[in-house]
């Protein structure tokens, strides 16, 4: 298959986007937590790195219930990070070095502290300011059971009875009502939330939870044996996954953002069936969606080429771009999952274990490898803060340190995503390995971490930062949106291999060595050795 780009070019389609946990990578003020000033004093570090652009998990006011995902609001930022005068002044350092800023939107649900939240529930029954809310009697005689059988994400049921006696719904934490996508009230605010950010200079929203927005008005319940929630949201008509009635918001958030200046762009996180990913990236609709399929495929040769060449297909009659991600915020670190036999559950596993089953050397060199096989594809690719060290997943958090509400929702079974939230380490030594002037963090970091430490990282011409950052300026050189895509026959059945503009790419999925002796123009090897053959779980790129 040969794929040459007529589309129109905008700064996203072949950006390299670093996202940023805020709270999480560098302390400006020795609290523990991460903040804006932290940011601000690494930017030279992102401009090193090569990133285009920058996206950054909510920042916004928040009791920080479920790591800022619950806003309390929306026009504020949260006060352990900062001022709004922070957030302009880090929007305009980023710009004077050309990198774009893209905010994290929580349209689905806001805080229970939010003032609308309060007002609801300090309102009677029937009062107007719950409409913003589904906020619904129950079932049972006397209105005793919830009013549908729908689960959180994070376990147990998905509604929370208030002391009228009336129940309000959240797909998340008790401590994120969902808001009512019907109500002309809520469409007014997010509208005026979002030229409030775009007049501060932001390029692009992350909209959160961009398929759940919309609820079926009728509540029927869901046939949970057949369906786990998740997987179920590439169900048809489901009751609040993926409904068509979310498409027209898209519209009309994408008709504000283009009456502004310059190039502004809206990327989902929409878990959905990939073949239902393109209705959310029509004309007018989202420019990008995050590619859960690349990010979720197991260590495999025909599992990545397959959701490789299924994204590349489906994009082509779109005028979106591919998106390209490993890791987030949200997932185990991928030097983690590729170390765990394939059939592993890892979100599981770290509870369920045992510890054996993880070969985390082997993890690393595959995340390595997959780093290259990334970083080479047409589209934009994602960074999540510390894939670029191959940080591992701190899976042995102990439990009293655990701060996800996945922990408790899921009554202990699952440890939840702080193992992949936990603070960067800047330095060698110290306390918090230069995460905190003062050693301070907000999660414990494991023991020697300062080894994977940025410092330790530059003076190591074979470390992963050195190998990101190299691939990041040759795919910026050798690749592009414009140049045309294809997978280069003739190799192994083990080995993936693609060219992308002048940049050809092999990665060897296999268990024996494949000789390189008829490549001349070796550009960057995944192990960083000089021999002439390319290595099992490693990957090359040569021109
Ligand atoms: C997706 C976010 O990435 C995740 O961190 C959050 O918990 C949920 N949406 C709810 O907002
Ligand atoms: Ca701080």
Same mark, same amino acid.
């Given at each position: ?19 940023? +946990? ?40 928040? @009791? ?56 609801? #529930?300090?309102?009677?029954?029937? /009062? ?25 994400? =994070? ?14 719904? /959240? ?18 605010? =997010? ?8 007049? !501060?200079?932001?390029? &692009? =929203?992350? $909209? ?5 927005? $919309? ?44 009456? +502004? ?11 959905? /069936?990939?073949? !239902? ?16 399929? =690349? ?5 495999? !040769?025909?599992?990545? /080429? ?16 591919? #998106? ?53 594809? @047409? ?10 060290? &191959? ?74 930062? %050195? ?18 895509? #294809?997978?280069?026959?003739?190799? @192994?059945?083990?080995?993936?291999? +693609? ?8 990665? %060897? ?21 000089? #021999? ?12």
């Amino acid at each position: 298959m040969e794929n040459t780009r007529e589309k129109a070019q905008s700064w996203w389609s072949h950006a390299t986007v670093y996202q940023v +946990y805020i709270r999480s990578f560098a302390d400006g003020n020795g609290d523990g937590i991460g903040d804006i000033e932290g940011l601000l004093s690494r930017m030279d570090y992102l401009v090193d790195l090569g990133v285009d652009a920058i996206w950054i998990n909510p920042w916004y006011e928040s @009791p920080l219930a479920d790591g800022g995902y619950d806003v309390s609001d929306y026009r504020a930022i949260e006060s352990r990070y900062g001022t709004l005068a922070h957030a302009e002044e880090l929007i305009g350092q980023a710009h004077d070095r050309g990198i774009k800023v893209i905010a994290d939107l929580v349209p689905n649900h806001t805080s229970e502290k939010h003032a609308w939240f309060r007002e609801a #529930t300090s309102s009677n029954v029937g /009062h107007q300011s719950r409409d913003r809310y589904h906020i619904r009697d129950g079932k049972g005689l006397d209105g005793e059971l919830p009013p549908t059988n729908w689960e959180s994400v =994070f376990g147990g049921p998905a509604w929370t009875r208030l002391d009228d006696g009336q129940w309000y719904l /959240h797909l998340f934490a008790p401590e994120q009502p969902d808001l009512n996508w019907n109500n002309a009230e809520v469409k007014e605010e =997010f509208a005026s939330i979002l030229r409030f950010w775009l007049d !501060r200079g932001i390029d &692009g =929203f992350r $909209i959160d939870v961009a398929h759940g927005l $919309i609820k079926d008005e009728t509540f029927p319940d869901i046939d949970l044996a057949s369906a786990k929630l998740l997987e179920s949201s590439q169900m048809e008509n489901h009751p609040h996954w993926d409904r068509d009635e979310i498409l027209p918001i898209v519209a009309s958030w994408r008709k504000i953002l283009d009456d +502004y200046d310059g190039e502004r762009m809206l990327v989902a996180e929409a878990w959905v /069936h990939p073949t !239902r990913v393109g209705r959310y990236l029509q004309p007018g609709l989202y420019q990008q969606s995050f590619n859960f399929d =690349f990010l979720e495929a197991s260590w495999d !040769r025909e599992v990545f /080429h397959t959701s490789i060449q299924k994204s590349i297909e489906a994009m082509a009659p779109l005028e979106a771009d591919s #998106t390209w991600v490993l890791s987030n915020h949200d997932v185990m670190r991928e030097s983690t999952r590729y170390g765990l036999p394939p059939e592993t559950d890892w979100r599981a596993w770290p509870m369920e274990g045992p510890s054996s089953l993880l070969d985390a050397e082997l993890g690393s060199q595959r995340a390595r490898a997959a780093a290259l096989c990334m970083l080479g594809l @047409p589209g934009s690719c994602y960074i999540y803060q510390g894939q670029e060290l &191959g940080l591992p997943e701190v899976w042995d958090l102990p439990e009293d340190v655990l701060d996800d509400p996945v922990w408790e929702r899921s009554g202990g079974k699952l440890k939840g995503r702080d193992g992949c939230r936990v603070p960067l380490p800047w330095k060698q030594d110290g306390a918090s390995a230069g995460f905190s002037e003062s050693g301070e963090r907000w999660l414990p970091q494991p023991e020697h971490w300062g080894v994977l430490s940025v410092e330790a990282q530059q003076k190591d011409a074979a470390s992963t930062l %050195n190998l990101y950052k190299q691939a990041v300026a040759l795919r910026k050189k050798f690749c592009g949106a414009d140049k045309a895509f #294809t997978w280069l026959e003739g190799f @192994p059945d083990e080995v993936l291999a +693609y060219k992308h503009g002048d940049l050809s790419c092999l990665v %060897n999925f296999g268990s024996s060595p494949l000789p390189l002796d008829a490549i001349d123009n070796v550009l960057l090897k995944s192990d960083r050795t000089h #021999t002439a053959e390319l290595a099992p779980d490693t990957a090359v790129w040569f021109l």
